[in-house]
């Protein structure tokens, strides 16, 4: 599908058909490690998610470093104010859900993730078209463009398996090994022996369904997303009113979205919190 | 949804961000707002410390206004009350004199009196004689009586 699509595009723009428009927006510019440009196999990269994501993270964190490193105790500045509103908004959120010392790691883990998850997701108000249009401008016509990091189930899915290790981590550390494989095989239905397979069945599922979820839940969000603005670019090719028309729509979802890019950035990192609170807790 | 080697770059990224934001980015924030909670919490102890601290001075300086309005009256009757005690002294004293002035006075008319009467009876006696010898004089002879009154010088 991929090659066909390529083959259209190369022909002339008139040959653009709206799958082939859908399947161009939502292809990856992707590489695999070893130099070639392919999207098969487990080794390639995805340049634009990557890129967008680490350009993302370093500009967010690098703004709020830039106010932290000269925060002061007395009366704060207007950027410094803005940054203690998102932190005291972060802490509150954890404090309620986590009891233990969330300064030393959960808290500022929670912070990372909403800000990241937020910016990454905020792409989605960037005019896809817009972006295919520089990403031609320099790099061709058959130069693809994913600008939303968080549509790319390789992003969601690292979130979730770090934060997933993490949990296993801090469920070791608080519980050692033996605390652990205990509670792995005594939980939630009893220490009698033959309830053991019940209790590790469950366990297992909990265990593959948290971050399948968490990662998909906004994976889905934003790639269905992604789509809904694809379908209402491709009014514009129905001439002057489609355009107008698709135009109106999308500003429509554009706001709709700003609510489920928070909501999704919040409850992305309501799950990272809770799950890193389940795992200190004994049962 | 082709997972592939993008999935561990951003692990990676991820891992490098959350390492960033605990090390560098949360502590300080941390650090101002709880250092700024804590001036406010100490500066509204402060204001209340203060506001007790001027209750209790003016209590303070309410008791010591009585105090001295008290001591103040008190000084006044005791002064008042001296000041009575001096003029019945002096009243007393005034007496005294006049009075031992008095007596001295009436010992002195006494005296005079008395001396008036000696004085007196002196002359009396001298005029009694007087009269007598006026009276004698003409009636003794001094012939007749000389006898008797060498006698009388005998007897003597």
């Known amino acids: 599908m991929a090659t066909e699509h390529a083959d259209n595009a190369h022909h002339t723009e008139q040959a653009l058909t709206p799958s082939g428009y859908i399947e161009h927006h939502l292809s990856f510019n992707a590489h695999g490690v ?15 998610t990557l890129i967008m994501s680490v350009a993302l993270g370093v500009l967010v964190m690098g703004l709020i470093w830039l106010v932290a490193r000269k925060a002061s105790a007395g009366v704060p500045t207007k950027a410094q104010a803005f940054v203690e509103l998102v932190f005291g908004f972060i802490d509150d959120q954890v404090k309620n859900i986590f009891h233990g010392n969330r300064h030393s790691f959960i808290a500022p883990t929670a912070l990372t993730v909403f800000l990241w998850v937020f910016a990454m997701n905020s792409m989605d108000f960037l005019p896809v078209d817009w972006v295919a249009g520089i990403v031609s401008f320099f790099g061709g016509a058959h130069a693809k463009w994913r600008a939303v990091p968080t549509s790319d189930i390789n992003t969601t899915f690292a979130l979730a398996l770090a934060i997933w290790f993490l949990m296993i981590y801090f469920s070791i550390k608080v519980k050692g090994l033996g605390g652990w494989v205990h509670e792995l095989f005594c939980s939630p239905f009893g220490t009698k022996i033959w309830v053991w397979p019940a209790n590790f069945l469950f366990n297992l599922i909990e265990y593959v369904s948290k971050p399948l979820s968490h990662s998909l839940r906004l994976f889905g969000n934003m790639y269905a997303g992604e789509v809904i603005f694809l379908l209402l670019g491709l009014w514009a090719a129905t001439g002057v009113s489609g355009t107008i028309f698709g135009a109106i729509l999308g500003a429509g979802w554009s706001i709709f979205h700003i609510l489920i890019v928070a909501l999704q950035a919040f409850i992305f990192m309501m799950l990272t919190v809770v799950y890193l609170a389940m795992a200190h807790e004994s049962h | 949804m082709n997972i592939n080697f993008t999935l561990i770059a951003q692990a990676i990224a991820f891992a490098v961000l959350i390492w960033f934001t605990v090390k560098f980015v949360w502590p300080p924030l941390l650090n101002a707002i709880e250092t700024r909670q804590k001036e406010i919490a100490d500066g509204l102890a402060a204001a209340s410390e203060g506001r007790s ?37 002096a009243k007393g004293n005034a007496k005294v004199e006049g009075d031992r002035i008095l007596a001295g006075a009436k010992a002195e008319i ?29 009636e003794i002879d001094a012939k007749a009586h000389s006898e008797m009154l060498s006698k009388l010088a005998a007897e003597l």
């Open chain 1, 34 to 48: 070893n130099g070639n440009v392919t999207d098969q196999g487990f080794w390639v990269l995805h340049y634009d």
């Open chain 2, 53 to 89: 601290a001027l209750e209790v001075a003016a209590k303070k300086s309410e008791v010591t206004i009585n105090e001295a309005k008290q001591k103040a009256s008190e000084i006044i009757g005791q002064a008042e009350k001296r000041a009575s005690q001096i003029v019945e002294e």
């Open chain 2, 110 to 138: 006494d005296q005079e009196v008395n001396r008036a009467k000696e004085g007196l009876r002196a002359q009396v006696s001298s005029l009694a004689i007087a009269g007598a010898e006026k009276i004698l004089r003409k």
